[in-house]
């Protein structure tokens, strides 16, 4: 799955991922264990969380943090504990409990989302604490990096012409696996959304709730959906926003999401032609064809970063494909792209790229998975795409041998390409992240669906650039008769944000139990960014 991200233009920077993000690889892991029954778990069920001030991080001062620790291995409890990072806004009166949030990536953190984006869900503080965390592998939760390997992924698989044989670019895949493991510790092997969803239920404990209730954006509402088939009945009021699919092999979903972006990029073009100041003129189909020259133009000449780095044109692919998660980005990507094109200055598109996930990569000594948070500054830059990497695959049971991927990869190049003439490339290495890894878990797609659980609401965006309106559709229909539609006919990635009639009928139904009828809609309510609210 390609990293598709929440609610907030902050957000989308960060999970979704950099030049690396949106179409990144794998660090696959062995599947995780699905069942209901196991080792006795009452020491960490019967745990409180302690909170207190965010230490080490620059956070609003109402922000309170604290921990929760999990196995590391489910299977064996006793073989190792990790400790997962949480943060919370407190209710403002009286609490009815809490509301866990996951802003997407996968790989996004949680405690960073919430200490930057808070006031989108402040509404939520007149009845709940809001809560939200890092997952297992992510932010200050043990994070997974794969070090200078980052760069090697990269480059094994963006057709650069020196690795034309494509059995060069399954051995450099293989390798850069092997250094994944290597820098990020005992922790890869137990990542995935099956273990996070267990995650969660010791959080639901340790807070204090009967039953989950659970906000979930893009990759979110995967991980809201597997708990939903573990826990049936530990769910509470559950909103699953920008749904994920359940089902559709990794080469689908980035074609899927070569499209989208595709037609985001052509409407914010023709956007963009409409004002004087477009840095690709005036007429949007030479538009096209200028963004397109521009990128074949810096991949074949980089320019450097503020870093000293080259920036390429795939790094220019990847910060354009952060900006087009929301309409409210595109003023501030038009101005990134006339300082690129006039000055050679790549600040404003870097900052599209949280983090500085693709400006350089730090070597890091493996995780940490002692018990301890990592400290914030301490946090591998290259964290996001490498925990993007390592979840993917660990969901994912295809595993095409090498002759199979040797086959086939003129061919997927071909059909990337003509999904989209810019993102193609780029988004082709979904195809291959997984290579060499053992095969993830089938759970996801033979076992989540038909769920005899409370009803959950399940908002689809219309013009959503990663998260088709179909997935919320098919998803809806897998789940069984739970699942509620919200039809949203807006633009953007996810609808909480975008959306005041989305906004509000969330909010009714987490904080009043008020659901709004299947297949209701909310309307475009100005899908188009004014420039005079620039």
């Not at 092997?189 to 659970?214: K, Q, S």
């Not at 708990?227 to 009945?233: C, K």
Request: net charge negative; with cysteine.
């Amino acid at each position: 799955m390609q990293a598709k991200l929440s609610t907030r233009p902050s957000v989308r920077r960060c999970a979704v991922t950099g030049a690396l993000g949106l179409a990144l690889l794998s660090t696959g892991l062995p599947a995780a264990t699905a069942r209901n029954t196991g080792p006795d778990l009452s020491r960490f069920h019967d745990q409180r969380i302690e909170w207190s001030a965010c230490e080490g991080m620059d956070v609003p001062k109402d922000l309170q943090c604290g921990k929760v620790t999990v196995p590391l291995d489910y299977d064996h409890p006793k073989a190792g504990t990790l400790d997962l990072a949480l943060a919370r806004y407190r209710a403002t009166g009286e609490s009815r409990g809490s509301v866990l949030l996951n802003f997407g990536g996968p790989g996004g953190s949680g405690v960073s989302e919430l200490s930057a984006g808070g006031k989108d869900f402040m509404h939520l503080t007149n009845g709940y604490d809001v809560v939200t965390f890092d997952p297992r592998g992510v932010g200050r939760s043990s994070p997974v990096t794969c070090g200078p390997a980052t760069l090697d992924i990269v480059e094994a698989t963006d057709g650069d012409e020196k690795l034309t044989d494509p059995r060069d670019v399954l051995r450099r895949l293989r390798e850069a696996a092997a250094e994944c493991a290597k820098h990020s510790g005992p922790v890869l092997p137990h990542i995935g959304t099956v273990n996070a969803a267990r995650d969660m239920d010791v959080m639901r404990r340790a807070l204090g709730d009967d039953r989950l209730n659970y906000l979930g954006f893009s990759y979110g509402t995967r991980l809201g959906a597997v708990y939903a088939a573990r826990f049936p009945d530990k769910v509470g009021r559950m909103v699953l926003d920008g749904v994920d699919t359940l089902t559709e092999p990794l080469a689908e979903q980035g074609l899927t999401g070569a499209r989208g972006q595709q037609t985001a990029l052509e409407n914010f073009l023709d956007w963009c032609v409409e004002d004087i100041a477009c840095p690709f003129g005036q007429d949007a189909r030479q538009a096209r064809r200028h963004v397109e020259q521009v990128i074949a133009s810096l991949d074949a000449d980089p320019v450097p970063t503020g870093f000293g780095e080259p920036f390429s044109g795939q790094d220019m692919v990847g910060a354009i494909g952060q900006a087009l998660y929301s309409e409210e980005l595109w003023p501030t990507l038009e101005r990134a792209l006339a300082q690129l094109l006039e000055d050679g200055d790549t600040r404003g598109l870097e900052g599209f790229v949280s983090g500085g996930v693709t400006f350089p990569v730090r070597a890091r000594t493996p995780a940490d998975t002692g018990g301890g948070l990592t400290d914030p500054e301490d946090v591998p830059m290259d964290n996001l795409p490498a925990a993007l990497m390592a979840i993917n695959c660990a969901d994912d049971p295809d595993r095409p041998t090498a002759d199979q991927v040797a086959g086939s990869l003129e061919r997927l190049r071909a059909r990337y390409e003509e999904a989209s003439p810019v993102f193609g490339r780029y988004r082709l290495t979904q195809v291959l992240m997984c290579h060499g890894r053992p095969k993830g878990t089938d759970y996801i797609r033979d076992d989540v669906k038909d769920l005899d659980t409370s009803k959950m609401l399940l908002v689809g965006t219309r013009g959503d650039p990663a998260t088709p309106y179909r997935w919320t559709v098919e998803t809806a229909e897998r789940l069984g008769p739970a699942a509620v539609v919200l039809d949203n006919k807006g633009e953007g990635h996810t609808g909480y944000a975008s959306s005041e009639c989305v906004h509000r009928k969330v909010d009714d139904f987490l904080l009043y139990g008020s659901l709004p009828p299947d297949g209701s809609s909310c309307g475009s309510e100005g899908s188009r960014t004014s420039r005079d609210d620039d």
